[in-house]
Every structure is written in structure tokens, then in C-alpha cells.
């Protein structure tokens, strides 16, 4: 008989899609199109109903119950991690399905408690790391000064109280307690990048629980990408969220310095907190910068199609950043921070170039080595395809399938 | 499977955190230099969780009475501040657990706890029998 997959997430396809959740729903997808029984379990960020209320429908074929969240329970500053309403919920799907198999991915916001549920019914309980969640009350380890946070026992220099929705305030230790307590029922985690992996060990979870798999992709479909053109101009991306963990400022710092501005075009891709900031600075500066808005996985494409080399200049320690695999499928070359797990992908002058997290004089000089050397572009962008190539979702879905035995 | 290091389950409970509570907290972590104790409120855990709990923590004036019931039913001992009476005197009727005035206090009789586990046993089981007598006596 087929198993069942309870596959859980604090949003889901349709709402808002970043790289955690695009690759929770293909893996979704190609299970269920392997013939097991797939459930979805999220949270929906839908304004309009019910907190904590539930609502089913359906995802590419697959039945999603989604949970009326409120932008509270998305807030890093609220007790988002134990909602015992959330919890009865999950429990009434559990004895509804009988699942084999409880695959979690970001679930703040949604429940840590349903972790603990599904251990109690005697269900098998892998958990997907994607941030730092776990010890990290912002997800980012950025701590006020900017720096990278190294001992996980001293949020409280960050912020020392969280409040939950009786109005007390929590002293923030009692979440990363909390969530170290549920974890603990984890049977397997999977993280893409040893990076993430040593950290969640650090932070505590024994290595013997922790499986390394790299993200999937779509290698077809990045690698059939036909790019336009070159008219002369090296055209640079970024996609992702407009905000200071992302660096995204970084990049027209660096613009500011670069030698061969008219030789390079920006495309930033995405929105966020800093839009304006960017927009005011590009319209007052007369950088060769275009704003693309939001654009939709689906039609991302259209970005690399127009995308000779890929910019990430995140200052945090990102897992396994989607934008790079889909990069190094479509035969972009990257430049990027040495940070988190980002060197397990990017190989410097092989694949890309990496650079100090917000050094802009070094991510000017990097940019200027494919102005300079714009056959570089092509062979670092085939570089990126050997690296990525075997990475599809079926050989991650089989990893994990392996797991769930 | 690999079983996870040990921790020891402190379970609090109120209405609100006292700030010499959470001031306590953390005094306890910087004092103790290890982090082998984990600090959770009543209602974030289910039962069987609970009942692995080292000790109860009443963390503010208010009288959590199911929190209470749970751990001296289950032999947890508790924790208390001085100034919370009603609380007080449970405690003090049944022999089932320390109480203080200030941070200090309650970080000192938190590592008391901790390091005295015949001291733990015999006011979780002291609250155990008490609840047991009460029992009998509104039986009767």
C-alpha cells in the first residue's frame, strides 16, 4: 500500500513563494506523482478569515488545509511557535489520515507542537531545515552591529522579551527551550548544506540525526533558458527580497564604484522594505538599474533570459540559496558572498567569484572581471551547469524516500 | 536511535513572567556556565511531556491550579514566590516545595533543586500524599 506523506509548511503555494516553499511543494508534487499519498498541512496567510480557523482546497492536485494566519503570527517578536489550537487541528488530520510519514519544513508561525503530536502517535517525523529558525528568534543570526551571531544562547542581547497573546512578555530563552524540546522528537533532519547542518549541531541536535541532501531543480527547465543577447552591456541580477540581510544595497555601493559603468546593467528583481530607499537612490544617482517588481517563479525565466551573471550579496548566513541553483541550471555564473552555504556551491573562479559579505569595492572588482573578461561568462556559466546537473528533484526525492523507508 | 542529551524540564506557569523570575532565569544560566536545564511554560507542552518536568515553576502572583493539581498529582515538586499566599500555603500544608523572596532566592533554590535529587523526590512525594489525604478526606 502507498504511503502517506503529511508534508507541513508555515505558507504554501499560492501565498507568497520563496525558495522554502517552492521546494516544499515539488517535493510535494513529484511524491505524489510517484504514487504516494500526499496532504499538505499550512498555514495561509489569506486575510479575511478566522485566526486559527481551517479551510481545504487544492494545489496542483494536491488537498492543502491551510490555517487563517494573522501577520502576528509571522512577527519574530510574537510567541509563534506553540499554538495549541494549531495543535488539535494537526491532531484531527492525523487520526483523519493515519500518515506514515510527518515531513515538516518552516513550521514557525504554525506550530512546533505538531511535532510532538505526530511523535505521540508513533508517526515518522522528518524535519527540513531551511534558516535558523530553531535558535534564532530572526531566522538571519544578524545581530544589531551587523554581525553574525556565534553563541545561540545570547538572543536576549538581541531582544530579551517576546510577548504571546495573553500580553505577557516571555524571556526569549524560553523559545529556543521550547523549540530544542520539540526538536528533539525529531527522527531526521535534512539540511542542503553542511553549513546549516554544523550550525543546527551546534546548536544542539546530535549529528547522527542529520542528513545533508542538496536542494533539487529543475534542470530541464533552467537549462533550456536561450538568453537574448548581449548588446554590449554585462547585464548582473539579483532576485530576492529588497532588505538589508540580503545586501541588495551592496550592490549599488558597488555600482557607485565600479570603473565600467557604462558597460554593466542592473536588474534587480523582487520587492520589499528597501524599495523605496533603491529607487530614490538609482533615480537620483542615474544608475543603469532596472526595477522588474515581483516577478513569479513561473516566469522567472523571463529574468534569466535577460540575466548574464547573478548577483547574490547576502550579509547572512543563507542556507542553500534557490536563486543559485537556478543560476548554475541556467548557465549563469554567480557572484556571490562567502557566507553560510553559499561556498559549497560557488567555487570561486570556477563557477563565479565569491566576496566579502558587504564589501562593495570587492563586489565592483569581481563584477569588472566579467567586463573585462566576458568570455568568463560563458565558461564559469558551464562551470555552474556541471555543478548543479545531477542535483534534479527526482535524485533529492529519492534521498528522501530513502528516509522514509 | 541516538538518544538526545538530557535535559532537565523546568515547567513554569502564571499569567505573566515576574521580572525576578526572569531575572532569576537568567542569573541561573550565567551561573550554572552549562545549559542542560529548559525553561517552559505550562501550557506550550502536552501531559506526557509535562510529566518529565524536574520541577514546577509558579512565575507570578496568580494561582494556576490545574498546572499545580498536574505536578502534585505527578510528583513534580514546585517552586514559588513568597509573595503569591494562596500558592504559599499549598506548599507550605503539603511539604511539596521551596518558596522565595527575590532573583537570588529563586536561582538559589532552583539550583538546590537541581543538585538534590532525594531532596526533589521527597516534596514531589510529599505533595503526591497530600493530594492523596485530600482525596480521602472529602471522600469521607
Known amino acids: 500500500m502507498a504511503k502517506t506523506i503529511l508534508i507541513c509548511a508555515n505558507v504554501y503555494p499560492p501565498n507568497f513563494i520563496g525558495g522554502a516553499e517552492l521546494i516544499a511543494h515539488y517535493q510535494a508534487r513529484l511524491l505524489k506523482q510517484r504514487g504516494y499519498n500526499v496532504i499538505v498541512f499550512a498555514g495561509d496567510s489569506a486575510e479575511g478569515s478566522a485566526r486559527y480557523s481551517v479551510r481545504q482546497d487544492y494545489y496542483d492536485g494536491l488537498p492543502v488545509f491551510r490555517v487563517c494566519l494573522h501577520p502576528q503570527d509571522y512577527s519574530a517578536d510574537f510567541v509563534n511557535f506553540s499554538h495549541p489550537v494549531i495543535d488539535a487541528h494537526f491532531n484531527t488530520l492525523l487520526d483523519a489520515f493515519s500518515p506514515d510519514v510527518v515531513h515538516m519544513h518552516n513550521i514557525i508561525g504554525l506550530s512546533a507542537g505538531i511535532i510532538h503530536a505526530a511523535k505521540r502517535k508513533r508517526v515518522k517525523t522528518v524535519l527540513t531545515l531551511h534558516d535558523h529558525w530553531g535558535f534564532c528568534y530572526k531566522n538571519t543570526l544578524i545581530k544589531k552591529n551587523n554581525e553574525i551571531c556565534q553563541d545561540y544562547s545570547r538572543c536576549a542581547e538581541c531582544l530579551p522579551f517576546i510577548t504571546d497573546g495573553a500580553g505577557r512578555n516571555i524571556p526569549i530563552r524560553m523559545r529556543r527551550d521550547f523549540l530544542m524540546l520539540q526538536l528533539s522528537d525529531v527522527d531526521t533532519f535534512i539540511s542542503p548544506s553542511l553549513y546549516l547542518a554544523g550550525a543546527y549541531v551546534r546548536a544542539g541536535i546530535p549529528i547522527e540525526r542529520v542528513k545533508v541532501i542538496w536542494y533539487g531543480i529543475d534542470v530541464a527547465k533552467y537549462s533550456s533558458i536561450v538568453k537574448k543577447q548581449r548588446s554590449g552591456k554585462v547585464r548582473f541580477t539579483f532576485i530576492g527580497r529588497f532588505g538589508l540581510h540580503k545586501g541588495i544595497n551592496v550592490i549599488l555601493d558597488a555600482l557607485d564604484l565600479i570603473q565600467f559603468r557604462d558597460r554593466v546593467e542592473v536588474n534587480l528583481v523582487g520587492t520589499g522594505e528597501l524599495t523605496s530607499y533603491l529607487q530614490q537612490r538609482v533615480e537620483k544617482s542615474g544608475m543603469p538599474v532596472r526595477f522588474w517588481g515581483m516577478v513569479d517563479n513561473s516566469r522567472i525565466e523571463e529574468v534569466f533570459r535577460e540575466t548574464d551573471v547573478l548577483i547574490l550579496p547576502s550579509i547572512w548566513p543563507e542556507n542553500q540559496p534557490v536563486t543559485i541553483t537556478e543560476a548554475m541550471a541556467s548557465r549563469t555564473p554567480v557572484i556571490a558572498s562567502a557566507i553560510g552555504g553559499i561556498p559549497e556551491l560557488v567555487t570561486n573562479e570556477y563557477n563565479g567569484y565569491l566576496f566579502s559579505p558587504g564589501c562593495a569595492e570587492e563586489l565592483a572588482e569581481k563584477m569588472s572581471e566579467f567586463v573585462i573578461r566576458p568570455e568568463r561568462i560563458e565558461r564559469f556559466g558551464e562551470n555552474g551547469f556541471q555543478t548543479i546537473k545531477d542535483n534534479s528533484f527526482e535524485h533529492q526525492v529519492n534521498k528522501i524516500c530513502s528516509i522514509y523507508g | ?140
Open chain 2, 1 to 140: 536511535m541516538d538518544e538526545l542529551p538530557r535535559h532537565r524540564l523546568i515547567i513554569c506557569a502564571g499569567i505573566r513572567v515576574q521580572p525576578a523570575c526572569a531575572q532569576a532565569m537568567e542569573d541561573f544560566q550565567e551561573n550554572q556556565r552549562r545549559d542542560d536545564c529548559r525553561f517552559i511554560m505550562s501550557e506550550w507542552v502536552d501531559d506526557d511531556q509535562y510529566n518529565e518536568a524536574t520541577l514546577l515553576w509558579i512565575v507570578d502572583d496568580s494561582e494556576p491550579w490545574e498546572a499545580v493539581h498536574f505536578a502534585m498529582r505527578n510528583g513534580i515538586p514546585l517552586l514559588i514566590p513568597e509573595d503569591n499566599e494562596p500558592m504559599k500555603q499549598v506548599c507550605v500544608n503539603a511539604g511539596c516545595g521551596m518558596f522565595y523572596r527575590d532573583a537570588p532566592e529563586a536561582r538559589t533554590s532552583l539550583e538546590f533543586l537541581l543538585t538534590n535529587e532525594a531532596v526533589r523526590r521527597q516534596l514531589g512525594a510529599n505533595g503526591q500524599a497530600y493530594l492523596r489525604q485530600l482525596s480521602r478526606a472529602s471522600v469521607r
